[in-house]
């Protein structure tokens, strides 16, 4: 099974700090991905990457950047934290096309205070 | 942008019952896709369903796929305790470049 680990189930942190999040996956695939997902807008898709060290953003990139330096990390991380940005984050992998399913982590439940 | 809208938005029924749910979209799509979240996890994949085909069965699961009315339905069978989670469909809105997902649809399968 394919298996996306994620650093931290829970992280709280203060407005302003620089803030990162780890995400591995163990199945070699191309593509990984960061959303954020709120009560009652769904997922939304912050950045993906379909090789190392390419990037691509999503619909809502602004206060996050992302790092791809080997195939099976993907990391997140948050310039300068500010409270609008306490949110579930999610990270998930997939092979080839982006017609494949995508493999999710558990997921990393952020407050910024 | 929100391409798949889950209706409804809550569902709430007994074990042994059939659970249905439906996904809209607005664009044309390559294939649409079902996840199930249970509650603080992670998306579980359950389904892809390409755009040329009309139905597809996995165990207890049926996915219809209607493109000319951009919908989609998720028919769960004999709902079990175990299958409450919320279910999002997800479309690639004809880009192959990434998915769009709904917000979802909160079964509760009470025992």
């Known amino acids: 099974d394919v298996k996306v680990t994620q650093s931290s189930r829970y992280l709280v942190k203060r407005t302003g700090e620089k803030v990162f999040l780890e995400c591995v996956q163990d199945?070699?695939?191309?593509?990984m991905f960061w959303y954020r997902q709120d009560p009652g807008l769904g997922l939304r898709l912050i950045y993906f990457s379909y090789d190392v060290k390419m990037k691509e953003k999503g619909d809502i990139p602004e206060g996050y950047s992302v790092s791809r330096e080997k195939k099976e990390r993907f990391s997140l991380i948050l310039e300068s934290a500010s409270t609008n940005q306490t949110s579930m984050y999610l990270c998930a992998s997939s092979k080839g096309f982006f017609d494949q399913p995508q493999h999710f982590g558990d997921g990393t439940r952020l407050s910024i205070l | 942008s929100q391409q798949g809208e889950e209706d409804p938005q809550a569902l709430s029924i007994q074990e042994g019952e059939n659970a249905t749910m439906n996904c809209s979209y607005k664009?044309?799509?390559?294939?649409l896709q079902w996840y199930r979240q249970n509650s603080g996890r992670g998306l579980v994949h359950l389904i892809l369903i390409r755009s040329n085909e009309r139905e597809k069965h996995s165990g207890r699961l049926r996915v219809t796929l209607d493109t000319s009315k951009k919908s989609s339905s998720l028919l769960i069978t004999a709902s079990r305790a175990a299958d409450t989670a919320s279910y999002f469909c997800?479309?690639?809105?004809?880009?192959?470049?990434?998915?769009?997902f709904g917000t979802g649809t909160r079964l509760l399968v009470s025992p």
């Open positions: 664009t044309s799509i390559n294939n």
């Open positions: 199945m070699d695939h191309e593509n």
């Open positions: 997800a479309t690639d809105g004809g880009s192959f470049q990434k998915l769009v």
